[in-house]
Every structure is written in C-alpha cells, then in structure tokens.
C-alpha cells in the first residue's frame, strides 16, 4: 500500500515553496519527485509548479537563472550549488512540430496545468500546507501499476510524440502495465515519431534497455515503435533460428541476452559503472542485429548466420552514429559486438591477444556479454559453454595477477629507446614496437629491455629487406 507520508520534501524546497506561499501564490513539488517518493523511492531532482508568474517568482529569491523563461520555468538556486525549476502553471497551444507547444499561455489553475502533463502517476503534486493532490487518479494507478495517460491519450501524444516512448519506459523502468487506450494510441500515433529527434529517442531507448525490464522491447515491437525507431530489430524479431543452440528468434533471444546482463560478473569483479552497464546493453541490443542480413539454410533445414558478427558490427556503427552517440561509446559497443563470439583456446598467450584487441578495460565486459549471450541460447552444450567462459574467466584473472604485458605501453621499451640504438625515427618505429608486443604477448618473460633491444635490430634488418 502506497502512504502518502513517504513523501518528504527536502528542507531547500519547502523553503522555496513557503517563500511563495508566504507571497500569496500556491506552490507544489510536482511529478516524478512525488511519484517517486510514493514509490518510496529517492528522488534523483525536485520541480515546483506554481501560480506565480516567472517575474513574480524571480522577485521572491535573491539568485535566479531564466532557463526556460519562455515556457514559464525559472531556477532557484539555493546555498550548496543546490538548484531547483520553478514552472508557472499554464496551458499549452497547438503543437504543430509533435514536441514543443507553439505558445504557453499562463494560468492561475493548478487543474489546468495538470491536465496537460503526460501520465496520471506524474500528475501528481505535494506541499505540506495542502496536501497530495490528485485531480487525475495518479496514486490509484500507481498502486495498480498502470501507466495511463491523463485525459485523451491520443490528444496527450498528439502534442509530443516522445511520450509515446516515455510510456513504454516508464512501464520498463516501475514494472507497470500500460492502460489499453493509452497503448492503443501510442500505437496509432507511431509514426509521429520520426519528427523527434535522434538524441531524444536515444535518451528514451537506452533508459528502457537498461531498465529492470527490457522485455518492454517486445511492447515497442507489437505497437510498431520499433519499425520506426529501430526497425533492425523488426527484422529479428521476425527471423527464426532453427538451429539446435537456439529455441527462440534473433528478437527474442536479443531481449533475453539485454536480461541476462548482470550488473556484477561471475568472479566478484566489482559493480559496473552506470556508463559500462549502458555499453553493455546496448552491445546485448546489437551484438545480433545483423543475423537476418546473413541468414542460410542448409540441405538439413538447419538456420546458419555465418559472419554476422561482422554484419552486426557495420550495422551496430551505423545505428550507434545514426543516433548520434558518442564517439567512445561507439568505439566501446562496436568491440563488444565484433568480438561477442570469439572463442580462443584457454591458454594465456591467447586471451592476451584477446585482450590486446578488445582492450583491457572492454575485456571483463565482453565476458559479461558471452555469458548472457550463452543464457540466451537453448540448453543445447550450455554446460559446456559456460564451462568455457569460466575457464577465460580464470585465465584473464591469473593475467591480471601478473600483471601481463598486454600493449605497447607496457613494453620494457619505447620510441626513444630505439632511436638511441640506431633505429631512424619513423613508421618503422611503429612496426618494430608491434612486433616486439607480439613476441611478449606470446611470453611475457620475453619483456626484458636487452632482449627487445636485441630483437628490435633484428626486425629493423627484416623490414630492411622487405623494402
């Protein structure tokens, strides 16, 4: 049962709210802060909506940011670098992009600047002079665990087609159901989302895969979200695996790996970062995306994808750039889904080639990746395969433990080293270095500066008589 004294407002923004009170205008911590609260959740930021105007509510406090002046919202900051949106209540025009009201028109009505918000759960607001208030029934669906749009569904997405994928959000991040006339409309409205732009689905679609429940993928698919957003993934859903190490689809097995990811490894390495946890999943939602364009059958009947790892990679970079994600992000996600089934003989000087070409920092991850890869297939072998990984598990630690040389960097010899034995400065350099690596990667008891050094001459007079 949700208890309304769950919510407790912290001390800056009660004084915010009774610093406008005290003026003669309402006030109200409102939204994902109260439903949160109810939840009893810690709320990750605080917003106020009140019948004060933006100039009315710059004059009640000393240091005040007109962030979004235009639509009403002014920042209060408050001592301790602690700042806090204050929204006059209003009303919205027409909204003639599918995302931004052409005007905002003021309004003293705390239940018309309600009634334009998304969700009833966010419709919800909070002061401790008046109380909860609920004009939309938010706190009945939260306890239901609805998702449900405030008034007319398709009037609510009409205006911003983002909050299409907003309800299948937050429905992944509460473990909610979403109400049938509200799912009815997202689905009628879908393709209003191509007027949104790529960073916004983006924010959307990673806070869904990483969510307790990314099975909200399938959701987005049987309402036609996806054909517009991802439609790679309509592609897999739609592509069977007959093959003996798979009992589900592309689709469905890429929603069952997202699932398996865990956020700590098998060994106890320590908890993955809210960034790596991110990289990991959206390498979980990719590492396959190219199996229909590789698709096979043999004389048996038998499902095969030969190269999709390297198709799902090209496509991985085309969807990661499509959406406009970082430059390192892309780097980190296109590693994990290029080598998501390499499978080396569990001996050392192999997982440190491994290494070397995913990156010491990426390797733990992509381990993590083949072990929810694994889970995600049939029970076919899966004894085996994650008898496997334990035993790279294994090695990779006894590496680390010795702290193995594993780049360039980590040579017992640099650049300038080789200069001052005679080598002529250049790409040779390079060369020379790569060659050396590949002598320690194979044994590390090679990385000593005399013998390098010696080596070194003999690879320069090799590439000598290449030239």
Not at 20 to 44: H, N, T, W
Not at 76 to 105: A, C, N, Q, W
Not at 314 to 329: F, M, V, W
Request: glycine content about 8%; aromatic content about 6%; hydrophobic content about 35%.
């Amino acid at each position: 049962m949700i208890a309304i004294d769950k919510v407790k407002i912290p001390e800056q923004v009660r004084t915010i709210i009774e610093t406008l009170e005290e003026r003669g205008f309402e006030a109200y911590a409102v939204g994902g802060c109260i439903r949160d609260s109810l939840l009893g959740k810690e709320p990750s930021d605080w917003d106020i909506t009140t019948s004060a105007k933006p100039g009315e509510v710059k004059a009640c406090f000393k240091k005040t940011i007109d962030t979004g002046i235009q639509h009403g919202t002014v920042t209060v900051l408050m001592p301790g670098r602690k700042s806090y949106e204050v929204t006059t209540f209003r009303v919205d025009g027409k909204y003639s992009d599918g995302r931004h009201p052409d005007e905002v028109i003021f309004s003293p009505s705390l239940h018309e600047d309600l009634s334009r918000r998304d969700f009833t759960i966010n419709a919800l607001v909070y002061s401790e002079s008046k109380g909860l208030i609920d004009d939309f029934e938010g706190l009945k669906d939260l306890q239901m665990g609805i998702i449900r749009a405030v008034g007319d569904p398709l009037r609510r997405f009409g205006e911003d087609a983002l909050r299409i994928m907003r309800a299948f959000r937050f429905a992944a991040q509460l473990i909610f159901t979403i109400e049938k006339d509200t799912r009815a409309a997202a689905s009628k409205l879908a393709e209003n989302l191509r007027q949104i732009s790529a960073e916004r689905i983006r924010v959307e679609l990673e806070k869904l895969i990483v969510s307790p429940d990314p099975s909200l993928l399938r959701d987005m698919y049987e309402a036609g979200i996806t054909k517009v957003i991802l439609p790679e993934f309509d592609a897999c859903m739609e592509r069977p695996q007959r093959h003996p190490h798979h009992d589900r689809s592309v689709g469905e097995h890429i929603i069952k790996t997202i699932q398996s990811i865990e956020p700590r490894d098998s060994l106890g390495f320590s908890d993955f970062s809210d960034n790596q946890r991110k990289i990991l999943c959206l390498a979980a939602l990719l590492h396959d995306i190219g199996k229909p364009l590789t698709h096979s059958v043999d004389s048996e009947g038998i499902d095969h994808f030969h190269g999709h790892a390297a198709k799902s990679t090209e496509l991985a970079l085309e969807i990661l750039r499509r959406l406009k994600y970082d430059n390192d992000t892309i780097r980190s996600v296109g590693k994990l889904v290029q080598y998501h089934d390499a499978k080396p003989p569990l001996q050392a000087s192999s997982i440190r080639r491994l290494m070397n070409e995913v990156g010491a920092e990426l390797f733990p991850m992509l381990l993590t990746l083949q072990r929810a890869d694994v889970l995600a297939q049939s029970d076919y072998k899966r004894a085996e395969k994650l008898e496997y990984l334990s035993g790279s598990e294994g090695v990779y630690r006894d590496i680390l433990a010795r702290k193995d040389c594993l780049h360039t960097k980590d040579l017992a010899v640099n650049g300038k080293d080789l200069m001052e034995i005679g080598i002529e400065k250049g790409p040779g350099i390079g060369k020379i270095l790569k060659g050396l690596l590949e002598m320690v990667l194979e044994d590390p008891e090679c990385n000593k500066k005399d013998y390098l050094l010696k080596k070194a001459m003999e690879i320069e007079k090799a590439l000598g008589n290449i030239g």
